[in-house]
């Protein structure tokens, strides 16, 4: 397995390719890789108490605006994959860097990366630097 990037917090979770996430080879079809990026960016936003719904509650929404996904390898029908994501970015915009892994052998699959920012609920205003809510959150999560 390579070094993973710095990040100032980080999840990873397990997938089992699901037989309807393939081609009719077996193969993951590409654009799972994305569901899987989500999979684990939701455990990584619920590790510091900040899912979706939170985020709701705060008054901000955080759609995402740039992905990228680097395809190293293919994953097939019932391979176990390991999802890491972690925040490299978070003062401005919110970025998260993923690498999928075959569990097994440690091979690196895909990497990429998302970019959110924060939309104001009350005004639907891009914010120009993230809110409080979600840079409270990371210290608190950095102290520990």
Known sequence: MTKLPDAMVAETITVSVPFYDTD???VTW???YLKYFELARCALLDKIDFGYRRMTECGYAW???????KYVKSSL???ILSVWAGIVE?????KIEYRIYDQNTGELVTTGFTIQIAI????KEMCFESPDA???RIE????Q
């Open 140 to 143: 608190i999560f950095k102290s």
């Open 30 to 32: 590409h654009g799972n």
């Open 24 to 26: 009719p080879m077996g």
């Open 120 to 123: 104001d609920l009350g005004t």
């Open 63 to 69: 759609p995402i605006v740039d992905v990228r996904v």
């Open 77 to 79: 029908f019932e391979q």
């Open 90 to 94: 978070y003062e401005n915009r919110l």
């Open 134 to 136: 979600l840079k409270q």
